[in-house]
């Protein structure tokens, strides 16, 4: 179960969206590997922290001074509407009580590691081709079984790139409440 603290984080995510990471984390063993991209004040982190205590979590984020009030205004979600900042500052003391976690302020696209991971969040830069870039760096960091997963689906661009990487590799794209979503293989039907 999600710790109320989370829920008073300023975040682009509704209480649905951070239910549904829950949820897909807790399919993972307790020792996973995980990899945020995209963090802004660390709803995410923290849901993924409390969902699987023993994992390592990789955050990676450009944390600039980048300002949301505008993107929040009129949302029908759970947002406080006021100038949020997302710097990696603001993150720490949301973060800060958290244990394994490691950090990279870099853009995702130049995260390097030699780490596999159970699980791939992303959660980043939402432009088109940076989506399909994400998509096929991070596939390759997966463990066997391991799942690529995200958020916003259903909003343009980032849906078209999610949509074109699945049909290119042979991925379902199934979704969780709201806007997360995660590929699944396509089942092979037998011969």
Known sequence: ???????????????????????????????SNILEIGCFLG???CTLK????N????????????????YLLGKDRHFVNEEITSNKYTWHQNTKHLQNIFTYQTSSLQYQSDTKFDLIF????????????????FK??????????????GFEPTSKAIIKFANNNNLAV?????????????ME???
């Open 1 to 31: 179960m999600i710790p109320d603290y989370i829920y008073d984080i300023p975040s682009l995510m509704s209480k649905s969206d951070l239910e549904s990471i829950f949820e897909l984390a807790t399919t993972l063993p307790e020792d």
């Open 43 to 45: 709803s995410t982190t």
């Open 50 to 53: 409390e969902a699987l205590p």
């Open 55 to 70: 994992s390592i979590l990789h955050c990676v984020d450009i944390w600039q001074d980048e300002k949301h009030s505008k």
């Open 122 to 137: 992303l959660d980043g830069n939402h432009q088109y081709e940076n989506v399909i870039s994400e998509l096929v760096k």
């Open 140 to 153: 390759k960091y997966l463990k066997p079984n391991g799942i690529l997963a995200g958020h916003d689906y």
């Open 174 to 186: 199934w979704t969780k409440n709201d806007n997360v979503w995660y590929y699944k293989p396509y």
């Open 189 to 191: 039907t037998p011969q």
